[in-house]
């Protein structure tokens, strides 16, 4: 019992660590450096180390969820403290909720099998985050007016 505690809060304290850096990168980096707080890719790769933690598939799930679920509601936490907007879910928050859970599950399966699974299953899952980098890069450079006829 006192093992799985200490799982939950090795989740908890990293979702809240990555969730305040997120807020406090959003605000104080200048340019392009502000988009590297905003990534989601800084959210999904620990999602993927703190499952790799567990020899259980669905413990490495549970708290690579209960991670993203953190660092969503520290986020929304600070920012509803900071610019004092009252303590409402909003779409935006929800939306945030429902891709912690989904991707929590993804990157949580993907660390467990990146450590645990057959060799061929290893090197599909280390994959993983290469793969979200290339994705969110792609993702820029369609949404940039200069390079949307590339798209």
Not at 52 to 62: D, T
Request: glycine content about 8%.
């Amino acid at each position: 019992m006192e093992k799985r505690l200490n799982y939950v809060i090795y989740a908890i304290i990293w979702g809240i660590i990555v969730g305040l850096l997120t807020v406090v990168g959003q605000k104080f980096l200048p340019g392009s450096f502000n988009s590297f707080a905003n990534s989601g890719s800084v959210w999904l790769i620990p999602a993927f180390y703190v499952s790799r933690r567990y020899y259980q598939r669905k413990q490495a799930i549970f708290f690579s969820v209960i991670y993203l679920l953190v660092c969503v509601e520290t986020y929304y936490t600070f920012y509803k403290l900071s610019w004092k907007t009252g303590f409402m879910f909003d779409f935006h928050e929800i939306t945030w909720i429902l891709c912690a859970i989904i991707f929590g599950y993804i990157f949580g399966l993907g660390g467990y099998l990146a450590k645990n699974g057959s060799d061929r299953m290893r090197v599909i899952c280390m994959t993983m985050l290469p793969a979200t980098f290339l994705a969110e890069g792609l993702s820029y450079l369609v949404h940039f007016k200069e390079y949307s006829h590339m798209a």
